[in-house]
Protein backbone atom coordinates (compact mmCIF):
# COMPACT_ATOMS: atom_id res chain seq x y z
CA UNK A 1 0.00 0.00 0.00
CA UNK A 2 1.22 2.85 -0.93
CA UNK A 3 2.03 5.72 1.43
CA UNK A 4 0.68 9.14 0.86
CA UNK A 5 1.39 12.67 2.58
CA UNK A 6 0.70 16.29 2.21
CA UNK A 7 3.73 18.43 2.35
CA UNK A 8 3.36 22.15 3.19
CA UNK A 9 5.81 24.85 2.60
CA UNK A 10 8.04 23.79 -0.70
CA UNK A 11 10.90 25.99 0.52
CA UNK A 12 14.76 24.50 1.62
CA UNK A 13 13.50 22.18 4.24
CA UNK A 14 10.26 20.83 2.99
CA UNK A 15 10.94 20.61 -0.51
CA UNK A 16 13.97 18.33 0.59
CA UNK A 17 11.63 16.49 2.65
CA UNK A 18 9.22 15.67 -0.25
CA UNK A 19 11.91 14.46 -2.31
CA UNK A 20 13.51 12.06 -0.03
CA UNK A 21 9.99 10.94 0.87
CA UNK A 22 8.89 10.50 -2.72
CA UNK A 23 12.54 8.89 -3.62
CA UNK A 24 11.32 5.85 -1.40
CA UNK A 25 8.05 5.66 -3.10
CA UNK A 26 5.56 8.06 -1.04
CA UNK A 27 3.30 9.40 -2.92
CA UNK A 28 3.88 13.29 -2.12
CA UNK A 29 1.15 15.75 -2.39
CA UNK A 30 2.91 19.44 -2.05
CA UNK A 31 1.61 22.93 -1.72
CA UNK A 32 3.12 26.37 -1.25
CA UNK A 33 2.21 30.11 -1.80
CA UNK A 34 4.84 30.67 -4.54
CA UNK A 35 3.35 29.47 -7.78
CA UNK A 36 7.08 28.96 -8.96
CA UNK A 37 7.61 26.38 -6.06
CA UNK A 38 4.46 24.46 -6.70
CA UNK A 39 5.44 24.19 -10.64
CA UNK A 40 8.98 23.14 -9.60
CA UNK A 41 7.67 20.88 -7.37
CA UNK A 42 5.18 18.69 -9.20
CA UNK A 43 8.47 17.99 -12.04
CA UNK A 44 9.78 16.18 -9.30
CA UNK A 45 9.52 12.33 -9.56
CA UNK A 46 6.60 11.20 -7.31
CA UNK A 47 5.60 14.48 -6.60
CA UNK A 48 2.45 16.05 -7.47
CA UNK A 49 1.69 19.75 -6.34
CA UNK A 50 -1.56 21.20 -5.63
CA UNK A 51 -2.95 24.74 -5.60
CA UNK A 52 -4.61 25.30 -2.15
CA UNK A 53 -5.23 23.38 1.09
CA UNK A 54 -8.67 23.00 0.35
CA UNK A 55 -7.63 20.70 -2.99
CA UNK A 56 -4.94 19.19 -0.52
CA UNK A 57 -7.46 18.03 1.67
CA UNK A 58 -9.09 16.31 -1.28
CA UNK A 59 -6.46 14.97 -3.18
CA UNK A 60 -5.46 12.94 0.13
CA UNK A 61 -6.67 9.62 1.17
CA UNK A 62 -8.61 9.34 4.48
CA UNK A 63 -6.55 9.52 7.56
CA UNK A 64 -4.45 12.18 6.37
CA UNK A 65 -1.34 13.12 7.24
CA UNK A 66 -0.11 17.11 6.25
CA UNK A 67 3.14 17.52 7.14
CA UNK A 68 3.94 21.64 7.62
CA UNK A 69 7.19 22.93 7.17
CA UNK A 70 6.40 26.48 7.37
CA UNK A 71 8.08 29.60 9.24
CA UNK A 72 7.06 29.24 13.02
CA UNK A 73 4.80 31.89 14.03
CA UNK A 74 2.01 33.70 12.31
CA UNK A 75 2.34 31.37 8.82
CA UNK A 76 2.08 28.29 10.95
CA UNK A 77 -1.11 29.75 12.97
CA UNK A 78 -2.78 30.94 9.46
CA UNK A 79 -1.94 27.41 7.59
CA UNK A 80 -3.08 25.74 10.74
CA UNK A 81 -6.54 27.89 11.13
CA UNK A 82 -7.23 27.49 7.19
CA UNK A 83 -6.27 23.76 7.35
CA UNK A 84 -8.40 22.44 10.54
CA UNK A 85 -12.22 22.91 9.32
CA UNK A 86 -10.93 21.50 6.59
CA UNK A 87 -9.52 18.06 7.66
CA UNK A 88 -11.83 15.08 9.46
CA UNK A 89 -11.70 13.34 12.26
CA UNK A 90 -8.46 11.32 12.77
CA UNK A 91 -6.92 13.19 9.99
CA UNK A 92 -2.68 14.42 12.03
CA UNK A 93 -1.20 17.70 11.50
CA UNK A 94 2.37 17.50 11.88
CA UNK A 95 4.17 21.17 12.24
CA UNK A 96 7.75 20.69 11.42
CA UNK A 97 8.84 24.21 11.66
CA UNK A 98 10.52 25.41 14.77
CA UNK A 99 7.69 26.83 16.54
CA UNK A 100 7.62 27.58 20.38
CA UNK A 101 7.14 24.87 22.26
CA UNK A 102 4.01 26.12 24.52
CA UNK A 103 2.20 27.19 20.84
CA UNK A 104 2.32 23.88 20.13
CA UNK A 105 0.70 22.75 23.16
CA UNK A 106 -1.97 24.68 22.90
CA UNK A 107 -2.44 24.19 19.26
CA UNK A 108 -2.82 20.14 20.15
CA UNK A 109 -5.50 21.30 22.39
CA UNK A 110 -7.32 23.59 19.98
CA UNK A 111 -7.16 21.44 17.62
CA UNK A 112 -8.40 18.07 19.26
CA UNK A 113 -11.68 20.33 19.31
CA UNK A 114 -12.33 19.42 15.61
CA UNK A 115 -10.93 15.50 16.02
CA UNK A 116 -7.71 16.56 14.40
CA UNK A 117 -4.68 15.11 15.65
CA UNK A 118 -1.34 17.28 16.36
CA UNK A 119 1.96 16.31 16.45
CA UNK A 120 4.99 18.67 16.79
CA UNK A 121 8.05 17.65 15.22
CA UNK A 122 11.41 19.10 15.83
CA UNK A 123 13.52 18.40 12.58
CA UNK A 124 17.34 19.03 12.12
CA UNK A 125 19.67 18.54 9.54
CA UNK A 126 19.92 21.48 7.38
CA UNK A 127 20.67 21.49 3.41
CA UNK A 128 22.48 18.09 4.21
CA UNK A 129 19.32 16.10 5.24
CA UNK A 130 18.26 15.29 1.67
CA UNK A 131 21.35 13.04 1.66
CA UNK A 132 22.15 12.00 5.09
CA UNK A 133 18.80 12.30 6.59
CA UNK A 134 17.05 14.16 9.12
CA UNK A 135 16.92 13.69 13.39
CA UNK A 136 13.58 14.10 14.11
CA UNK A 137 12.20 14.40 17.80
CA UNK A 138 8.49 14.76 17.75
CA UNK A 139 5.71 14.75 21.02
CA UNK A 140 2.03 13.86 20.96
CA UNK A 141 -0.27 10.99 21.94
CA UNK A 142 0.96 7.61 20.90
CA UNK A 143 -1.67 6.84 19.00
CA UNK A 144 -0.85 9.99 16.62
CA UNK A 145 2.95 9.40 16.89
CA UNK A 146 2.75 5.64 15.77
CA UNK A 147 0.63 7.90 12.25
CA UNK A 148 3.68 9.26 11.27
CA UNK A 149 6.64 6.76 12.45
CA UNK A 150 6.61 5.40 8.80
CA UNK A 151 7.57 8.47 7.34
CA UNK A 152 10.00 9.34 10.48
CA UNK A 153 11.75 5.81 9.26
CA UNK A 154 12.28 7.45 5.75
CA UNK A 155 13.09 10.73 6.57
CA UNK A 156 15.74 9.84 9.33
CA UNK A 157 19.24 8.96 8.26
CA UNK A 158 18.13 5.17 8.89
CA UNK A 159 15.05 3.41 9.88
CA UNK A 160 15.87 2.80 13.59
CA UNK A 161 17.67 5.75 14.68
CA UNK A 162 17.39 9.32 14.30
CA UNK A 163 13.94 9.97 15.25
CA UNK A 164 12.05 9.60 19.11
CA UNK A 165 8.87 10.05 19.52
CA UNK A 166 9.73 12.13 22.93
CA UNK A 167 6.76 12.17 24.78
CA UNK A 168 3.36 14.51 25.00
CA UNK A 169 2.51 17.28 23.25
CA UNK A 170 5.09 19.83 22.89
CA UNK A 171 8.30 17.76 23.98
CA UNK A 172 9.15 17.56 20.31
CA UNK A 173 9.61 21.14 20.03
CA UNK A 174 10.71 21.39 23.62
CA UNK A 175 13.62 19.13 23.12
CA UNK A 176 14.44 20.70 19.02
CA UNK A 177 14.38 24.10 21.07
CA UNK A 178 17.37 22.83 23.79
CA UNK A 179 18.76 21.17 20.28
CA UNK A 180 19.31 24.54 18.52
CA UNK A 181 20.28 25.94 22.30
CA UNK A 182 23.35 23.50 22.47
CA UNK A 183 24.25 24.17 18.67
CA UNK A 184 24.51 27.96 19.68
CA UNK A 185 26.84 27.05 22.55
CA UNK A 186 28.85 24.39 20.57
CA UNK A 187 28.72 27.16 17.81
CA UNK A 188 30.00 29.95 19.82
CA UNK A 189 32.71 28.07 21.30
CA UNK A 190 34.25 26.71 17.84
CA UNK A 191 33.94 30.29 17.15
CA UNK A 192 35.91 31.65 19.87
CA UNK A 193 38.70 28.96 19.60
CA UNK A 194 39.85 29.66 16.05
CA UNK A 195 39.35 33.33 16.44
CA UNK A 196 42.31 32.53 19.31
CA UNK A 197 44.21 30.68 16.59
CA UNK A 198 43.76 33.11 14.18
CA UNK A 199 44.69 35.82 16.81
CA UNK A 200 48.03 34.26 17.21
CA UNK A 201 49.50 35.63 14.98
CA UNK A 202 53.32 35.05 15.39
CA UNK A 203 52.67 31.51 14.91
CA UNK A 204 50.77 31.90 11.82
CA UNK A 205 48.61 29.36 12.04
CA UNK A 206 46.96 27.68 9.21
CA UNK A 207 43.28 27.06 10.85
CA UNK A 208 42.33 24.78 7.69
CA UNK A 209 44.52 22.35 8.27
CA UNK A 210 44.32 22.38 12.27
CA UNK A 211 40.28 22.01 11.74
CA UNK A 212 40.76 19.29 9.24
CA UNK A 213 43.57 17.59 11.66
CA UNK A 214 40.67 17.48 15.07
CA UNK A 215 38.57 15.73 12.59
CA UNK A 216 40.10 12.83 13.58
CA UNK A 217 40.78 11.51 16.82
CA UNK A 218 40.45 14.81 18.96
CA UNK A 219 38.31 15.14 21.71
CA UNK A 220 36.29 18.43 20.02
CA UNK A 221 35.01 15.97 16.77
CA UNK A 222 31.50 17.44 15.77
CA UNK A 223 30.00 17.47 12.17
CA UNK A 224 30.19 21.66 13.13
CA UNK A 225 33.98 20.72 13.05
CA UNK A 226 33.33 18.71 9.79
CA UNK A 227 31.65 21.97 7.90
CA UNK A 228 34.27 24.34 9.72
CA UNK A 229 37.08 22.15 7.96
CA UNK A 230 35.17 22.66 4.84
CA UNK A 231 34.63 25.99 4.76
CA UNK A 232 38.03 27.06 5.80
CA UNK A 233 40.00 24.87 3.28
CA UNK A 234 37.96 27.40 0.25
CA UNK A 235 38.47 30.42 2.28
CA UNK A 236 40.39 30.71 5.54
CA UNK A 237 40.45 34.62 6.30
CA UNK A 238 36.43 35.02 5.75
CA UNK A 239 37.71 38.77 5.27
CA UNK A 240 33.86 38.61 2.82
CA UNK A 241 31.82 37.67 5.69
CA UNK A 242 30.43 40.13 7.25
CA UNK A 243 30.53 39.37 10.91
CA UNK A 244 26.87 39.56 11.66
CA UNK A 245 24.82 36.73 13.68
CA UNK A 246 21.67 36.34 13.10
CA UNK A 247 19.41 34.11 15.98
CA UNK A 248 16.36 32.81 15.62
CA UNK A 249 13.67 31.66 18.31
CA UNK A 250 14.82 28.74 19.79
CA UNK A 251 18.46 30.36 21.12
CA UNK A 252 16.08 33.19 22.87
CA UNK A 253 13.38 30.24 24.06
CA UNK A 254 16.10 28.33 25.89
CA UNK A 255 17.57 31.27 27.70
CA UNK A 256 14.08 32.01 28.51
CA UNK A 257 13.56 28.56 29.46
CA UNK A 258 16.24 28.37 32.01
CA UNK A 259 14.85 31.34 33.73
CA UNK A 260 11.48 29.63 34.04
CA UNK A 261 12.75 26.63 35.24
CA UNK A 262 15.39 28.47 37.38
CA UNK A 263 18.01 26.39 36.15
CA UNK A 264 21.49 27.88 35.40
CA UNK A 265 22.28 27.64 31.60
CA UNK A 266 24.58 30.44 31.53
CA UNK A 267 27.14 29.23 28.04
CA UNK A 268 23.73 29.07 26.20
CA UNK A 269 22.35 32.02 27.23
CA UNK A 270 25.73 34.14 26.57
CA UNK A 271 26.50 32.32 23.26
CA UNK A 272 23.04 33.94 22.81
CA UNK A 273 24.20 37.33 23.88
CA UNK A 274 27.17 37.48 21.56
CA UNK A 275 24.96 37.33 18.62
CA UNK A 276 22.93 40.25 19.72
CA UNK A 277 26.31 42.11 20.33
CA UNK A 278 27.32 40.52 16.61
CA UNK A 279 24.60 42.66 15.28
CA UNK A 280 25.67 46.21 16.82
CA UNK A 281 22.78 45.86 19.68
CA UNK A 282 25.57 46.50 22.45
CA UNK A 283 26.94 49.57 20.67
CA UNK A 284 24.89 51.96 22.56
CA UNK A 285 26.27 50.91 25.50
CA UNK A 286 29.83 51.07 24.14
CA UNK A 287 29.73 54.45 23.36
CA UNK A 288 28.36 55.21 27.01
CA UNK A 289 31.65 53.74 28.62
CA UNK A 290 33.49 55.72 26.00
CA UNK A 291 31.78 58.35 27.32
CA UNK A 292 32.62 57.57 31.02
CA UNK A 293 35.84 57.31 30.74
CA UNK A 294 36.33 60.58 29.15
CA UNK A 295 34.35 62.45 31.57
CA UNK A 296 36.35 60.30 34.52
CA UNK A 297 39.35 60.18 32.99
CA UNK A 298 39.78 62.66 30.13
CA UNK A 299 40.36 59.42 27.48
CA UNK A 300 40.03 59.82 23.87
CA UNK A 301 36.74 59.23 22.53
CA UNK A 302 36.93 57.85 18.72
CA UNK A 303 34.48 59.46 16.61
CA UNK A 304 32.23 57.06 13.78
CA UNK A 305 33.26 58.02 10.12
CA UNK A 306 29.76 58.68 9.12
CA UNK A 307 28.17 61.72 10.02
CA UNK A 308 25.89 61.66 13.21
CA UNK A 309 22.47 60.31 13.34
CA UNK A 310 20.37 57.90 15.31
CA UNK A 311 22.92 55.40 17.16
CA UNK A 312 22.41 52.01 17.18
CA UNK B 1 64.80 -0.90 9.36
CA UNK B 2 63.11 -1.04 12.83
CA UNK B 3 61.91 2.09 14.43
CA UNK B 4 63.12 2.77 18.10
CA UNK B 5 61.49 5.32 20.37
CA UNK B 6 62.13 6.33 24.24
CA UNK B 7 58.43 6.36 26.05
CA UNK B 8 58.82 8.51 29.41
CA UNK B 9 55.76 7.54 31.92
CA UNK B 10 53.45 5.06 31.32
CA UNK B 11 49.98 5.78 32.78
CA UNK B 12 47.23 5.69 30.72
CA UNK B 13 48.29 7.89 28.12
CA UNK B 14 52.23 7.11 27.55
CA UNK B 15 51.34 3.70 28.22
CA UNK B 16 48.67 3.39 25.84
CA UNK B 17 50.44 5.07 23.11
CA UNK B 18 53.12 2.82 23.67
CA UNK B 19 50.95 -0.41 22.65
CA UNK B 20 50.40 1.56 19.45
CA UNK B 21 53.41 2.03 18.18
CA UNK B 22 54.44 -1.44 19.69
CA UNK B 23 51.53 -3.10 18.22
CA UNK B 24 53.17 -1.15 14.56
CA UNK B 25 56.43 -2.89 14.98
CA UNK B 26 58.19 0.01 16.60
CA UNK B 27 60.45 -1.34 19.59
CA UNK B 28 59.82 0.85 22.27
CA UNK B 29 61.78 1.29 24.87
CA UNK B 30 59.99 2.51 28.28
CA UNK B 31 60.53 3.77 32.06
CA UNK B 32 58.37 5.10 34.43
CA UNK B 33 59.37 6.22 37.99
CA UNK B 34 56.98 3.47 39.40
CA UNK B 35 58.68 -0.12 39.44
CA UNK B 36 54.89 -1.58 39.00
CA UNK B 37 54.76 0.36 35.88
CA UNK B 38 57.92 -0.21 34.65
CA UNK B 39 57.42 -4.72 35.11
CA UNK B 40 53.41 -4.27 33.24
CA UNK B 41 54.93 -2.32 30.70
CA UNK B 42 57.90 -4.82 30.10
CA UNK B 43 55.00 -7.78 30.03
CA UNK B 44 53.71 -5.66 26.58
CA UNK B 45 54.84 -7.62 23.08
CA UNK B 46 57.56 -5.31 21.72
CA UNK B 47 57.93 -3.20 24.49
CA UNK B 48 60.89 -2.86 27.23
CA UNK B 49 61.15 -1.04 30.14
CA UNK B 50 64.90 0.64 31.59
CA UNK B 51 65.69 1.36 35.39
CA UNK B 52 66.60 4.77 34.37
CA UNK B 53 66.63 7.61 31.99
CA UNK B 54 70.21 6.77 31.75
CA UNK B 55 69.89 3.64 30.90
CA UNK B 56 67.31 4.43 28.41
CA UNK B 57 69.75 6.96 26.78
CA UNK B 58 72.18 3.75 26.37
CA UNK B 59 69.40 1.42 25.33
CA UNK B 60 68.30 3.94 22.39
CA UNK B 61 70.29 3.97 19.01
CA UNK B 62 71.45 7.39 17.76
CA UNK B 63 69.35 9.71 16.46
CA UNK B 64 67.20 9.06 19.62
CA UNK B 65 63.85 9.95 19.95
CA UNK B 66 62.26 10.45 23.80
CA UNK B 67 58.46 10.87 23.83
CA UNK B 68 57.72 12.34 27.51
CA UNK B 69 54.03 11.29 28.77
CA UNK B 70 54.51 12.85 32.44
CA UNK B 71 52.37 15.15 34.08
CA UNK B 72 53.03 19.08 33.05
CA UNK B 73 55.09 21.33 35.11
CA UNK B 74 57.50 20.38 37.77
CA UNK B 75 57.94 16.67 36.55
CA UNK B 76 58.40 17.80 33.08
CA UNK B 77 60.81 20.20 33.94
CA UNK B 78 62.96 18.01 36.41
CA UNK B 79 62.42 14.93 33.85
CA UNK B 80 64.13 17.52 30.68
CA UNK B 81 67.02 18.87 33.16
CA UNK B 82 67.83 14.60 33.98
CA UNK B 83 67.89 13.97 29.97
CA UNK B 84 69.03 16.63 28.32
CA UNK B 85 72.45 16.75 29.29
CA UNK B 86 72.39 12.68 28.54
CA UNK B 87 71.57 12.90 24.93
CA UNK B 88 73.30 13.72 22.17
CA UNK B 89 73.58 16.22 19.69
CA UNK B 90 70.67 16.28 16.86
CA UNK B 91 68.32 13.92 19.66
CA UNK B 92 65.08 14.71 19.82
CA UNK B 93 62.71 15.38 22.66
CA UNK B 94 59.27 15.13 22.60
CA UNK B 95 56.95 16.62 25.13
CA UNK B 96 53.48 15.31 24.88
CA UNK B 97 52.11 16.49 27.99
CA UNK B 98 49.96 18.86 28.23
CA UNK B 99 52.77 21.92 28.84
CA UNK B 100 52.16 25.82 29.16
CA UNK B 101 53.09 26.85 25.63
CA UNK B 102 55.18 29.50 26.47
CA UNK B 103 57.45 26.80 28.09
CA UNK B 104 57.46 24.94 25.09
CA UNK B 105 58.89 28.06 23.59
CA UNK B 106 61.64 28.35 26.47
CA UNK B 107 62.21 24.44 26.93
CA UNK B 108 63.16 24.68 23.13
CA UNK B 109 65.67 27.75 23.31
CA UNK B 110 66.74 25.69 26.59
CA UNK B 111 67.75 22.35 24.67
CA UNK B 112 69.28 24.04 21.50
CA UNK B 113 71.99 24.52 24.04
CA UNK B 114 72.85 21.14 23.93
CA UNK B 115 72.31 20.54 20.23
CA UNK B 116 68.93 18.53 21.61
CA UNK B 117 66.01 19.34 19.49
CA UNK B 118 62.43 20.22 21.10
CA UNK B 119 59.04 18.60 19.69
CA UNK B 120 56.19 20.21 21.73
CA UNK B 121 53.01 17.75 20.79
CA UNK B 122 49.40 17.79 22.05
CA UNK B 123 47.82 14.82 22.45
CA UNK B 124 43.84 14.22 22.07
CA UNK B 125 41.95 10.96 22.09
CA UNK B 126 41.97 9.82 25.67
CA UNK B 127 41.71 6.82 26.73
CA UNK B 128 40.32 5.78 23.21
CA UNK B 129 43.25 6.32 21.51
CA UNK B 130 44.65 3.08 21.61
CA UNK B 131 41.91 1.83 19.86
CA UNK B 132 40.73 4.87 17.85
CA UNK B 133 44.09 6.60 17.26
CA UNK B 134 45.10 10.29 18.68
CA UNK B 135 44.80 13.81 17.24
CA UNK B 136 48.54 15.14 17.32
CA UNK B 137 49.21 18.78 16.91
CA UNK B 138 53.25 19.22 17.18
CA UNK B 139 55.42 22.61 16.90
CA UNK B 140 59.30 22.46 16.19
CA UNK B 141 61.50 23.49 13.51
CA UNK B 142 60.99 21.47 10.03
CA UNK B 143 63.74 19.27 10.45
CA UNK B 144 63.08 18.38 14.04
CA UNK B 145 59.33 17.52 13.38
CA UNK B 146 60.04 15.46 9.64
CA UNK B 147 62.04 13.05 12.78
CA UNK B 148 58.87 12.10 14.78
CA UNK B 149 56.51 11.77 11.79
CA UNK B 150 56.97 8.01 11.95
CA UNK B 151 55.59 8.40 15.14
CA UNK B 152 52.78 9.94 13.95
CA UNK B 153 51.82 8.26 11.21
CA UNK B 154 50.93 5.61 13.64
CA UNK B 155 49.71 7.32 16.37
CA UNK B 156 47.24 9.45 14.49
CA UNK B 157 44.07 7.43 13.27
CA UNK B 158 45.46 7.02 10.04
CA UNK B 159 48.90 7.80 8.51
CA UNK B 160 47.22 10.60 6.52
CA UNK B 161 44.93 12.05 9.04
CA UNK B 162 44.56 13.24 12.53
CA UNK B 163 48.11 14.73 12.62
CA UNK B 164 49.90 17.92 12.17
CA UNK B 165 53.19 20.62 12.63
CA UNK B 166 51.35 23.25 13.28
CA UNK B 167 54.00 25.64 13.32
CA UNK B 168 57.57 26.68 15.10
CA UNK B 169 58.43 25.30 19.16
CA UNK B 170 55.19 26.02 21.41
CA UNK B 171 52.75 26.29 18.54
CA UNK B 172 51.40 22.17 19.35
CA UNK B 173 50.84 23.28 22.52
CA UNK B 174 48.88 26.43 22.26
CA UNK B 175 46.95 24.83 19.10
CA UNK B 176 46.15 21.84 21.97
CA UNK B 177 45.66 24.44 24.76
CA UNK B 178 42.81 26.44 22.65
CA UNK B 179 41.33 22.31 21.32
CA UNK B 180 40.80 22.16 25.41
CA UNK B 181 39.37 25.84 25.51
CA UNK B 182 37.07 24.87 22.79
CA UNK B 183 36.15 21.09 24.74
CA UNK B 184 35.08 23.48 27.21
CA UNK B 185 32.63 25.33 25.53
CA UNK B 186 31.16 22.53 24.60
CA UNK B 187 31.24 20.26 27.20
CA UNK B 188 29.28 23.16 28.97
CA UNK B 189 27.09 23.82 26.77
CA UNK B 190 25.66 19.91 26.33
CA UNK B 191 26.18 19.77 30.28
CA UNK B 192 23.86 22.81 30.73
CA UNK B 193 21.62 21.66 27.38
CA UNK B 194 20.74 18.15 28.99
CA UNK B 195 19.99 19.85 32.70
CA UNK B 196 17.35 21.71 30.76
CA UNK B 197 15.88 18.57 29.16
CA UNK B 198 16.35 17.09 32.56
CA UNK B 199 14.48 20.07 34.36
CA UNK B 200 11.16 19.90 31.96
CA UNK B 201 10.34 17.33 33.93
CA UNK B 202 6.27 17.34 33.56
CA UNK B 203 7.47 16.46 30.02
CA UNK B 204 9.23 13.45 31.87
CA UNK B 205 11.60 13.16 28.99
CA UNK B 206 14.10 10.13 28.17
CA UNK B 207 17.38 12.08 27.74
CA UNK B 208 19.05 8.70 27.26
CA UNK B 209 16.89 8.02 23.94
CA UNK B 210 17.30 11.49 23.32
CA UNK B 211 21.07 11.74 23.25
CA UNK B 212 21.02 8.62 20.97
CA UNK B 213 18.45 10.38 18.66
CA UNK B 214 20.57 13.51 17.96
CA UNK B 215 23.95 11.34 17.35
CA UNK B 216 22.08 10.40 13.97
CA UNK B 217 21.52 13.60 11.69
CA UNK B 218 21.63 16.38 14.13
CA UNK B 219 23.48 19.50 14.11
CA UNK B 220 25.05 18.53 17.45
CA UNK B 221 25.85 15.69 16.46
CA UNK B 222 29.93 14.98 18.00
CA UNK B 223 32.15 12.85 19.44
CA UNK B 224 31.12 14.02 23.09
CA UNK B 225 27.88 13.38 22.27
CA UNK B 226 28.70 9.81 21.34
CA UNK B 227 30.00 9.35 24.88
CA UNK B 228 27.47 11.23 26.51
CA UNK B 229 24.60 8.82 25.10
CA UNK B 230 27.14 5.84 26.52
CA UNK B 231 26.92 6.93 30.06
CA UNK B 232 23.44 8.24 30.13
CA UNK B 233 21.95 5.08 28.31
CA UNK B 234 23.38 2.87 31.65
CA UNK B 235 22.34 5.74 34.32
CA UNK B 236 20.61 8.57 33.23
CA UNK B 237 20.41 9.92 36.58
CA UNK B 238 23.80 10.20 37.70
CA UNK B 239 22.51 10.46 41.64
CA UNK B 240 26.00 9.40 42.36
CA UNK B 241 27.86 11.56 40.25
CA UNK B 242 29.54 14.07 42.38
CA UNK B 243 28.54 17.53 40.81
CA UNK B 244 32.32 18.67 40.70
CA UNK B 245 33.79 19.25 37.80
CA UNK B 246 38.04 19.49 37.97
CA UNK B 247 39.66 21.76 35.22
CA UNK B 248 43.13 21.81 34.47
CA UNK B 249 45.75 24.33 32.98
CA UNK B 250 44.69 24.29 29.36
CA UNK B 251 41.36 25.66 30.00
CA UNK B 252 42.87 28.54 32.24
CA UNK B 253 45.53 29.63 29.63
CA UNK B 254 42.75 29.63 27.11
CA UNK B 255 41.01 32.21 29.08
CA UNK B 256 44.99 34.37 29.96
CA UNK B 257 45.05 33.91 26.46
CA UNK B 258 41.86 35.59 25.42
CA UNK B 259 42.88 38.39 27.35
CA UNK B 260 46.79 38.20 26.28
CA UNK B 261 45.32 38.84 22.77
CA UNK B 262 42.73 41.23 23.87
CA UNK B 263 40.40 39.17 21.93
CA UNK B 264 36.72 38.13 23.64
CA UNK B 265 36.41 34.51 24.44
CA UNK B 266 33.30 34.58 26.47
CA UNK B 267 31.49 31.19 26.59
CA UNK B 268 34.96 29.33 27.29
CA UNK B 269 35.84 31.64 29.91
CA UNK B 270 32.73 31.25 31.16
CA UNK B 271 32.51 27.44 30.92
CA UNK B 272 36.08 27.66 32.59
CA UNK B 273 34.29 29.35 35.40
CA UNK B 274 31.17 27.42 35.81
CA UNK B 275 33.83 24.57 36.79
CA UNK B 276 35.34 26.79 39.53
CA UNK B 277 31.74 27.56 40.52
CA UNK B 278 31.43 23.62 40.81
CA UNK B 279 34.04 23.49 42.94
CA UNK B 280 32.53 25.57 45.41
CA UNK B 281 34.79 28.29 44.93
CA UNK B 282 31.62 30.41 44.32
CA UNK B 283 30.06 29.60 47.69
CA UNK B 284 31.48 32.70 49.81
CA UNK B 285 30.13 34.99 47.20
CA UNK B 286 26.85 33.12 47.49
CA UNK B 287 26.93 33.47 51.75
CA UNK B 288 27.87 37.18 51.03
CA UNK B 289 24.36 37.63 48.69
CA UNK B 290 22.60 35.92 51.60
CA UNK B 291 23.91 38.22 53.64
CA UNK B 292 22.95 40.95 51.82
CA UNK B 293 19.21 40.09 51.32
CA UNK B 294 19.16 39.74 54.77
CA UNK B 295 20.38 43.16 55.64
CA UNK B 296 18.31 45.41 53.41
CA UNK B 297 15.01 42.93 53.05
CA UNK B 298 15.12 40.87 56.17
CA UNK B 299 14.91 37.89 53.87
CA UNK B 300 15.72 34.58 56.02
CA UNK B 301 19.43 33.21 55.55
CA UNK B 302 19.54 29.45 55.24
CA UNK B 303 22.36 27.82 57.68
CA UNK B 304 24.09 25.01 56.90
CA UNK B 305 23.79 21.72 58.12
CA UNK B 306 27.30 21.48 59.61
CA UNK B 307 28.84 22.90 62.49
CA UNK B 308 29.99 26.67 61.61
CA UNK B 309 33.84 26.42 60.39
CA UNK B 310 35.97 28.01 58.21
CA UNK B 311 34.02 29.06 55.21
CA UNK B 312 34.89 27.71 51.84
Not at 62 to 88: D, Y
Not at 108 to 114: G, R
Not at 272 to 289: C, H, N, P, T, V
Amino acid sequence: MTLHIGMVGLGRMGGNMAKRLARAGVAVIGFDPDADARAAFAAIDGCQSVDSLEEMVHALPPMRVVWLMVPAGEQTEATIAELAPRLHSEDVIVDGGNAFYKDSVRRAVDLASYGVRFVDCGVSGGVWGLENGYALMFGGSPAAAREIEPFAKILAPAADSGWLHCGPSGSGHFVKMIHNGIEYGMMQALGEGFALLKGKEDFELDVAAIAEMWRHGSVVRSWLLDLTADFLREDAELADVAPLVADSGEGRWTALEAIEQGVPAPVLSLALIMRFASQGKGEYADRLLSMMRNSFGGHKIEHTAEPSGKAK
